[in-house]
């Protein structure tokens, strides 16, 4: 089962900023937190990942509160084609390291 | 450059078939993952090969369902005497070392007749 929760819908304002968040309470140590997006029916897109640190890339910015119980995922100028389910994942650190995916939460951008 | 190439990228098959899924991982990454996807569900992990070894088959259904990942060549998932429930969106990934985010394909879309 997804060790995350998200809220299934949300919605913004083209050429705004979105603020996606994950709750991921029961977080261990060693997981790391990654974000994936889907648009439609593609394949999940790897968008960014953390431990502990505040990460920025040319995608996206992650928020890592200090306990690790919660994330944010920043979207700082979302556009139409940002529309997708955004996944929050807690990656476990067994023998394979899988990601499980939860329900994730749907973006509608807005024009 | 080319990402993960999956074929095909639609399968049709009538009950009882058999279904065989094509995935060619990016160049150099010896890592694959196969996840299905049902009508408007999220994505359930099925199987993780690495080069010729099954690594963690947890997500796969004990009957029908096999994977592997020769030496040379793609990684295949087999499906025997498929059903109707087996109609689903099938998406592998690769990774070139575990640390690393995968790279997902565009899937192959499977419909049981």
């Known amino acids: 089962d997804a060790k995350t929760t998200q809220p299934p819908s949300m919605d913004c304002a083209e050429g705004r900023a979105a603020n996606l968040p994950c709750n991921h309470s029961t977080i261990s140590g060693n997981e790391y937190v990654y974000w994936y997006r889907q648009i439609h029916s593609q394949g999940p897109q790897y968008i960014i990942h953390g431990l502990k640190n505040n990460e920025t890339n040319e995608m996206a910015s992650l928020i890592i509160t200090e306990d690790r119980k919660s994330s944010t995922l920043i979207l700082p100028h979302a556009t139409l084609r940002d529309t997708a389910v955004y996944y929050c994942?807690?990656?476990?650190?067994?023998?394979?390291?899988?990601?499980?995916f939860g329900s994730g939460t749907r973006l509608l951008v807005r024009p | 450059n080319a990402g993960v190439m999956q074929n095909p990228r639609h399968l049709v098959r009538r009950r009882g078939q058999e279904a065989r899924l094509r995935c060619s991982p990016v160049k150099g990454h010896s890592h694959v993952y196969w996840y299905r996807q049902l009508p408007e569900e999220g994505l359930k992990f099925m199987v993780y090969l690495q080069k010729e070894n099954i690594i963690d088959e947890s997500g796969m259904p004990k009957e029908r369902f096999s994977a592997e990942f020769p030496k040379e060549g793609p990684s295949i998932l087999r499906i025997q005497q498929v059903v109707r429930g087996d109609s689903a969106a099938y998406f592998c990934?690769?990774?070139?070392?575990?640390?690393?985010?995968?790279?997902f394909g565009s899937g192959t879309r499977l419909t049981v007749v």
């Open positions: 990934a690769s990774s070139t070392d575990r640390w690393y985010g995968y790279t």
């Open positions: 994942i807690v990656r476990l650190m067994d023998s394979s390291y899988k990601l499980i």
